[in-house]
């Protein structure tokens, strides 16, 4: 497991969590962790029943743009030890890709074979980290679509969907492609704690962006915006 904490800015984490997480603002925080506590303990929990309603009651914004290829991701969410969690993977170092070694959700470009963005994530999910997600989890929402930016040109539109499964699913990733998996908790993201800075050198000298930190890994770029818009949604600021 490669941890990437050295790369977080961490000088400016209550700033972030000011004015970068819309979702912080009126949010039942516990207080400071004590000796011993750890800050998953601190978190108001979030209930799955509370996401799905959340998600029923607001329209994802669709891109209807044309683009020259589509993806689409699975944000699997499962209630166990009280919270919500989200299964994230970290992505196998490969030369050539530009989201190489990054925290992301299961997914991938469409084939030309598939009729729906949703057999995509559900390929791409199965392919990833062995989970059917057709069999074992219920699609419940979708985030607004999100244009790809790396530091090299791409017209790409990823599309969220996001699942919901009743128990804890132990993934099986395929070593080609993802290093580990992580269920993270969602509302531990939801606290002042959770808020970093990410260096990137490749976007210029001194470039550092938004990003959520847990347990050492660094959660910034695409996935960070889809999660922000997740929680955005539950807190209903999105």
């Given at each position: 497991?490669?941890?990437?904490?050295?790369?977080v800015?961490l000088?400016?984490?209550?700033n972030v969590?000011?004015?970068?997480?819309p979702?912080?603002?009126?949010?039942r925080?516990?207080?400071a962790a004590?000796?011993?506590?750890?800050?998953?303990?601190?978190?108001?929990?979030?209930r799955?029943?509370?996401?799905?309603?959340r998600?029923?009651?607001?329209q994802?914004?669709?891109?209807?743009d044309s683009?020259?290829?589509?993806?689409?991701?699975?944000?699997?969410?499962?209630?166990?030890?009280?919270?919500?969690?989200?299964?994230?993977?970290?992505?196998?170092?490969?030369e050539?890709?530009?989201?190489?070694g990054?925290?992301?959700?299961?997914?991938?470009r469409?084939?030309?074979?598939?009729?729906?963005?949703?057999?995509t994530?559900?390929?791409?999910?199965?392919?990833?980290?062995?989970?059917?997600?057709?069999?074992?989890?219920?699609?419940?929402?979708?985030?607004d679509?999100?244009?790809?930016q790396?530091?090299?040109?791409?017209?790409?539109?990823?599309?969220?969907?996001?699942?919901?499964?009743?128990?804890?699913?132990?993934?099986?990733?395929?070593?080609?492609?993802?290093?580990?998996?992580?269920?993270v908790p969602?509302s531990?993201?939801?606290?002042?704690?959770?808020?970093?800075?990410?260096?990137?050198p490749?976007?210029g000298?001194?470039?550092?962006?938004?990003?959520?930190?847990?347990?050492?890994?660094?959660?910034?770029?695409?996935?960070?915006?889809?999660?922000?818009?997740?929680?955005?949604?539950?807190?209903?600021?999105g």
């Amino acid at each position: 497991m490669r941890l990437l904490a050295q790369e977080v800015d961490l000088s400016q984490q209550n700033n972030v969590g000011v004015h970068v997480f819309p979702f912080l603002r009126n949010q039942r925080l516990a207080p400071a962790a004590a000796p011993g506590q750890s800050l998953d303990m601190l978190a108001a929990p979030i209930r799955l029943t509370e996401v799905r309603e959340r998600l029923s009651r607001r329209q994802a914004i669709s891109i209807e743009d044309s683009v020259e290829s589509q993806a689409a991701v699975a944000v699997l969410l499962a209630e166990f030890r009280g919270d919500t969690h989200a299964l994230l993977i970290q992505r196998a170092e490969r030369e050539g890709d530009p989201w190489s070694g990054h925290m992301a959700f299961p997914g991938g470009r469409r084939e030309p074979h598939e009729t729906d963005l949703l057999l995509t994530a559900a390929r791409e999910t199965h392919e990833e980290i062995g989970i059917d997600i057709v069999a074992h989890a219920e699609p419940i929402g979708q985030l607004d679509d999100i244009r790809a930016q790396s530091d090299r040109p791409m017209d790409l539109l990823i599309r969220p969907y996001v699942y919901a499964t009743s128990t804890e699913i132990d993934p099986r990733p395929n070593a080609d492609e993802v290093q580990t998996t992580v269920w993270v908790p969602l509302s531990t993201l939801r606290t002042p704690a959770a808020a970093a800075r990410h260096r990137y050198p490749a976007a210029g000298t001194g470039a550092s962006f938004p990003a959520f930190q847990y347990r050492g890994f660094v959660i910034w770029g695409l996935t960070y915006r889809m999660l922000s818009g997740l929680l955005e949604t539950i807190s209903g600021a999105g």
